[in-house]
Nanobody, 122 residues
Framework: QLQLVESGGGLVQPGGSLRLSCAASGFTPDVYAIGWFRQAPGKEREGVSCISSRGGITNYADSVKGRFTISRDNAKNTVYLQMNSLKPEDTAVYYC???????????????WGQGTQVTVSS
């Protein structure tokens, strides 16, 4: 089973940037699509972005389009989420998850990391 570990979260001022990393280990991680999700207090988990196994297909939630960029380095078994122009409403715990493809539903992703906190506040 694939193991995923997120890192890179922290406290940042509005308009700032962070880069999250999702390090994968286990059975051939480069055959999996990786999705980023987030969950704010009192809200449901929402999909943020997803990237296919070879990086050729990416998608983004409307709320982050133009601000976030997903990428992957399969040689390092790592997927990144570059977050720019951060807003207070981006505050959440961010999770990465693996799946055969970029599913529409979070429930279809098999393995999940423990999450990393992102707080956008002045």
């Amino acid at each position: 089973q694939l193991q995923l570990v997120e890192s890179g979260g922290g406290l940042v001022q509005p308009g700032g940037s962070l880069r999250l990393s999702c390090a994968a280990s286990g059975f051939t991680p480069d055959v999996y699509a990786i999705g980023w999700f987030r969950q704010a207090p009192g809200k449901e988990r929402e999909g943020v972005s997803c990237i296919s196994s070879r990086g050729g297909i990416t998608n983004y939630a409307d709320s982050v389009k133009g601000r976030f960029t997903i990428s992957r380095d399969n040689a390092k078994n790592t997927v990144y989420l570059q977050m720019n122009s951060l807003k207070p409403e981006d505050t959440a715990v961010y999770y990465c998850a693996s799946g055969w493809v970029c599913y529409d539903r979070a429930a279809d992703f098999r393995s999940w990391g423990q999450g990393t906190q992102v707080t956008v506040s002045s």
